[in-house]
């Protein structure tokens, strides 16, 4: 079994990111001992979205481009409605989503966060959840979506909102310490 504090974990952001839906998944993996690199389009820090005005500069460790899936065990797509939105039509964050997938690693969007999910086609078959203004969307795309703070598809972790944030990193820990999920495609 994985220990958290051996753990490499990326964030995929762009500019309009839900600032605590970053912050906070990256501080409380980073103690509890994970490397947490922050991957952006250009890996030039992003600004955040705080409530409803822009927040502060967030830094970046390196362009999503240049992230490889082999160097990290877990990926985190926070939400915010301009962050995943961009990420979506972003290729590269695409197959890196993919790749994270594909490989069994563990893969976690909270809010609008799994809209890069549907983007990657990996909602078809699986339980989720998100924020509600997206869910049709998950639904469109295969999803049984269920409204509670935290679920996981062998794998897969999904959350709805900033109150859940706790939740979700405790999850998120629990997944990455149970290792690689033998994870099935997407059903046709």
Known sequence: MPNIQH?????????????????????????AGATVDVATPDGKPVRGWKHTDWGDQIAADLKIADAKCDNYDAIVIPGGQINPDL??????????????????????????GPWLLVEADLCRGRT??????????????????????????????????????????AKIIEEVQEGRHARRTAAA
Do not use: W
Request: hydrophobic fraction near 45%; glycine fraction near 4%; charged fraction near 25%.
């Open 87 to 112: 990420l979506r039509v972003n290729p590269d964050a695409v197959k890196l989503v993919r790749d994270f997938a594909a490989s069994g690693k563990i893969v976690a969007a909270v809010c609008h």
């Open 7 to 31: 753990a490499r974990i990326l964030i995929l952001s762009a500019n309009g990111v839900e600032q605590v839906e970053l912050t906070t998944p990256r501080d409380e993996l980073r103690k």
């Open 128 to 169: 989720m959840t998100s924020y509600q203004s997206i869910r049709t969307d998950m639904k469109n795309a295969g999803a049984k979506v269920v409204d509670q703070e935290v679920v996981v598809d062998n794998g897969i972790v999904t959350s709805r909102q900033p109150d859940d944030l706790p939740a979700f990193v």
